[in-house]
């Protein structure tokens, strides 16, 4: 079994129930507390609502991408090809363990993980001590983020 982290946000819909939909269906043992945020990337669209789940799993990284991609669908996304667009769910695989991948349509850590604190804050919820392999400890990733002008 591997404990991955995979990011969870919503933007159209009843958010808060697609966010619970899809921690259900991926069946994450721990969700941190959801927030609303403004949208990164493409700001003329609504706030979105994130957080992190933990997730144990015996499927290789690229099966469960697949599990994450598929719930997405079950959940009404449609990839239209705007990148960072409203979505009624967006699941990331945030960490897999500590691998670190890199290859075509699957980069673990997630390649932005590091820049983005409506992340970091959630899986600093979960786990404040885990180390993003290849940048260091979420609560120092945090706290560089946070000191940021």
Same mark, same amino acid.
Request: zero cysteines; aromatic letters at 6%.
């Given at each position: ?44 669209q ?7 789940? &933990?997730?144990?799993?015996? $499927?290789?990284?690229? %099966?469960? #991408?697949?599990?994450? *991609?598929? =719930?997405?669908? !079950? ?14 769910i ?6 897999f ?17 590091? &820049?983005?604190?409506?992340? $970091?804050?959630?899986? %600093?919820? #979960?786990?404040?001590? *885990?180390? =993003?392999?290849? !940048? ?14």
């Amino acid at each position: 079994m591997t404990v991955a982290y995979v990011g969870l946000g919503s933007n159209l819909g009843d958010r808060e129930d697609l966010i619970a939909r899809a921690a259900e269906a991926i069946g994450a043992q721990r969700v941190s507390s959801v927030i609303e945020t403004e949208p990164w990337g493409v700001h003329d669209q609504p706030p979105f609502l994130n957080a992190v789940a &933990e997730v144990e799993t015996p $499927l290789d990284a690229r %099966a469960f #991408l697949d599990e994450l *991609l598929a =719930v997405e669908r !079950r959940l009404g996304r449609e990839r239209d090809g705007t990148r960072w667009g409203p979505r009624t769910i967006d699941l990331d695989l945030l960490l897999f363990g500590d691998d670190r991948i890199d290859e075509p349509g699957l980069v673990v850590p997630h390649p932005y993980l590091h &820049e983005r604190r409506f992340v $970091l804050g959630p899986l %600093a919820e #979960l786990a404040p001590g *885990l180390d =993003v392999p290849g !940048r260091g400890p979420v609560s120092a990733l945090l706290a560089g983020l946070q000191s940021e002008p």
